[in-house]
């Protein structure tokens, strides 16, 4: 059974282009999460999603970013117009649907972005 | 915004030593759990705690839910070098729909 799958592992955008991160969950896990890790800090919760529907995205900043769990096909988060500050490691997690809001999460490797 | 204080911020260990790093809020959590993060990796949990007053553990490694639910620690018993990495503490408030809040970590270093 595969983990979470996230691709690409490393991407390298100038300033003003888009980035596009993906995540494939777990096998039979319906729930997405993305979080964001700066370098010496811990994650900063970003969007939390389910098939087709944005469950919570408090974390989300307002303006550049989105994100997208469609029926089929993996999850998507998205940075229009990349500043050095989006410059990070962006983690996808998943989770069952029998663990829903327990906390109990399984993280992909990562996908880190360098905004140059 | 909700904030973790984790500590120590690192620690410098010989192998066999026991180890403990905690973490404290300033506003209760209903879940705390404890990651560990390999470099180059993502995440993986080690323990879930959710009662306050809890103590779990899962094998070398204890951890406890504090009673006030603003506080947690974890203990790791007879350190070997694959503990080496970095610690999270992680709350969440509860309700199912909103994500976990990350303490800044612990780097853990085991001195040959």
């Known amino acids: 059974n595969a983990g979470v799958m996230q691709n690409p592992r490393h991407l390298v955008r100038r300033r003003g282009q888009e980035a596009r991160l993906r995540c494939s969950p777990m096998?039979?896990?319906?729930?997405v999460y993305w979080y964001r890790q700066l370098p010496e800090e811990g994650l900063k919760f970003m969007v939390y999603?389910?098939?087709?529907?944005?469950?919570?995205e408090s974390g989300m900043p307002k303006e550049r970013f989105s994100a997208e769990f469609p029926k089929e096909g993996p999850s998507i988060l998205r940075i229009q117009q990349v500043v050095r500050g989006d410059s990070a490691a962006y983690f996808c997690?998943?989770?069952?649907?029998?663990?829903?809001?327990?906390?109990?999460?399984?993280f992909g490797e990562g996908s880190r972005l360098t905004v140059l | 915004g909700q904030q973790l204080n984790q500590s120590p911020q690192s620690m410098f260990i010989q192998e066999g030593e026991d180890v403990s790093m905690n973490c404290t809020s300033s506003?209760?959590?209903?879940?705390w759990l404890w990651y560990k993060q390999d470099p180059g990796e993502g995440p993986v949990l080690l323990i879930a705690?959710?009662?306050?007053?809890e103590l779990t553990s899962n094998g070398r490694l204890t951890a406890q839910f504090g009673i006030t639910r603003k506080d947690s620690f974890l203990n790791i018993s007879a350190s070997i070098p694959s503990d080496v990495g970095i610690y999270f503490c992680?709350?969440?408030?509860?309700?199912?729909?909103?994500?976990?809040?990350f303490g800044k970590g612990t780097h853990l270093i085991i001195q040959p």
């Open positions: 997690a998943s989770s069952p649907p029998a663990r829903r809001g327990t906390g109990e999460l399984f």
């Open positions: 096998k039979g896990h319906s729930h």
């Open positions: 999603l389910q098939k087709e529907n944005i469950i919570d």
């Open positions: 506003s209760i959590f209903n879940t």
């Open positions: 705690l959710y009662k306050a007053g």
């Open positions: 992680a709350g969440q408030r509860g309700g199912g729909a909103d994500g976990l809040t």
